[in-house]
């Protein structure tokens, strides 16, 4: 991996860390206690994912095994990030039950990345 790519994935985890974990915090905070948590549990998830995806993005030579879990672990932050904002906003749910929505639905969003496909598409579409 070259520099440029270490450092895009890196400035763009934080991105979404920061993006994501505020956005979180402020949609969830006039209903929930411990809305903080929830904001940096998601944004971690999102930083993750962002740093993931974009380093599996500007590797060329990455087999689709690693691209597939790549989707996954990109799967798992959006489906987690849904569960618990809308297990907040939707569903009325406290801290602790929107978290277990948010593996729940994460769960289910990196098996369902992982078994659509992803990873397998053509070399042409690798970013260079």
Do not use: C, N, W
């Not at 906003?89 to 769960?107: E, R």
């Amino acid at each position: 991996m070259s520099a440029k790519a270490a450092v895009l994935a890196l400035v763009s985890g934080l991105t979404a860390f920061l993006g994501i974990g505020i956005a979180t915090t402020v949609i969830t905070g006039p209903m929930v206690e411990f809305e903080l948590l929830l904001g940096l549990l998601t944004g971690t998830f999102a930083g993750l994912v962002a740093t993931v995806a974009v380093s599996i993005a500007f590797t060329p030579d990455s087999p689709p095994g690693r691209r597939r879990a790549a989707g996954a672990v990109t799967g798992f932050g959006a489906g987690f990030f849904v569960g618990v904002v809308g297990g907040v906003v939707v569903a009325h749910l406290g801290t602790i039950q929107s978290i277990g929505a948010g593996l729940a639905l994460g769960i289910v969003g990196a098996y369902a990345v992982s078994r659509s496909g992803f990873g397998t598409a053509p070399e042409s579409d690798v970013v260079e």
